[in-house]
Every structure is written in C-alpha cells, then in structure tokens.
T-cell receptor, first 117, second 111 residues
C-alpha cells in the first residue's frame, strides 16, 4: 500500500557513471517532484511534472534529466556522475499543481541515497 | 529570492513540555504553509497545513499563521521523546508554483 515508492533505496557508484532512479505513486495525484537533500539536510526542488508536462526546472546541471512516462511515474536519469551529486534524492507527489502563492501538501517517497565515489 | 527561514536549533525540551517551533517567510503573497516532520534517515512526513490566519489544532499539534507579521509556528503539547526529529516549515513561491522549504529545526525531547 506504499503511496510513493522509489527504487533503488541505495545507490553507490563511481564518478563518470550514468544511473537512474525510478519513482511511482499510487495516490492518483497529477503532480510529481524531484528534490535533492544535501548533507546539511537542506531540501531543494529540482524538477516538477504536472500530467507529464515539465512545469518546474530549477538550475540543475544538464546531466540531470527527468522523464515522466505517465502521471503516476517520474524517473530521474543522471549522466557522468560527480562527487557533488552525492545526496539523498526524494520523489514527491501532490494532488494538483500549485498556483501563484498557493501550493499543496506533498507526499514523499522513502528517498534514494546516492553515493558517488 | 523567496525565503522561508527557521532557527536550525537544536531545540531541547523536557518530556511533557510545550515545544514551540517558528518560521518566517518573505513573500506576502504566500497563502499556504506546511509543517513536515523528518526523522533521521527517513523522508519528510506532512503533519500540519494551514491556509488561514489564526490557529489550527490537530491532536497535540497546533499550527499558527500570522500573515501580517509573516510568521508561522508549530506548537507541540505534551512533547514526547518520539517527537524528536527535524521539523521543516514550507510555503509557496508566489510566482513559481514551487514549495520552498526552510532549513529545518532539530527538536530533542528529553525523557
């Protein structure tokens, strides 16, 4: 009955490799997000999709490419991994996209701890 | 740059006391605010949301919103050791449809 699930939970890889993280939600939500939480625990938005449309694309390196095959799935592919990419990546979903000045409660997946060596 | 600011703490309270967590925000146009709890090694979990000025109570938790002063607070009554966690305040970005998270306040409840 997991609401938002992510795979894998842990990912250890070497610099220069390419890796993907997958996310699925069964809440019927139409908006999904990728967040990065660094070692200082600061949670920062990376991308958001609403009904498969990219609506938020923060200033992240082009090596990061999200893809949403349908509104229940959001994947994150990372090319040429670097040491600084080490962090916990959270997927989240909300019932609908936010409006100006108004956002909606989000439900987070368990996170993927990425370690780049 | 829109901001949501919190005192990173740690905040330490004895068991049974009231824990008061505060958050200020810079954008007057923000209308909705959220409190998430994050245990170490776990994901953020929504515990309260508030849209209107005033207080909103849910069990031992009370969220308070003061739009004139641009602050949001979370009160935890009868604090328990299981409440020990990092509490994240979050609010919307007025123009960008994003949710902005504060840096979080670490709470320790001592038995």
């Amino acid at each position: 009955d997991t609401a938002v699930s992510q795979t894998p939970k842990y990912l250890v890889t070497q610099m220069g490799n390419d890796k993907s993280i997958k996310c699925e939600q069964n809440l019927g939500h139409d908006t999904m997000y990728w967040y990065k939480q660094d070692s200082k625990k600061f949670l920062k938005i990376m991308f958001s999709y609403n009904n498969k449309e990219l609506i938020i694309n923060e200033t992240v390196p082009n090596r990061f490419s999200p893809k949403s095959p349908d509104k229940a799935h959001l994947n994150l592919h990372i090319n040429s991994l670097e040491l600084g990419d080490s962090a916990v990546y959270f997927c989240a979903s909300s019932q609908r996209r936010g409006l100006a000045g108004l956002s909606y409660e989000q439900y987070f997946g368990p996170g993927t701890r990425l370690t780049v060596t | 740059q829109k901001e949501v600011e919190q005192n990173s703490g740690p905040l330490s309270v004895p068991e049974g006391a009231i824990a008061s967590l505060n958050c200020t925000y810079s954008d007057r146009g923000s209308q909705s605010f959220f409190w998430y709890r994050q245990y170490s090694g776990k994901s953020p979990e929504l515990i309260m949301f508030i849209y209107s000025n005033g207080d909103k109570e849910d069990g031992r938790f009370t969220a308070q919103l003061n739009k004139a002063s641009q602050y949001v607070s979370l009160l935890i009554r009868d604090s328990q050791p299981s409440d020990s966690a990092t509490y994240l305040c979050a609010g919307p970005d007025t123009g960008g449809f994003k949710t902005i998270f504060g840096a979080g306040t670490r709470l320790f409840v001592k038995a």
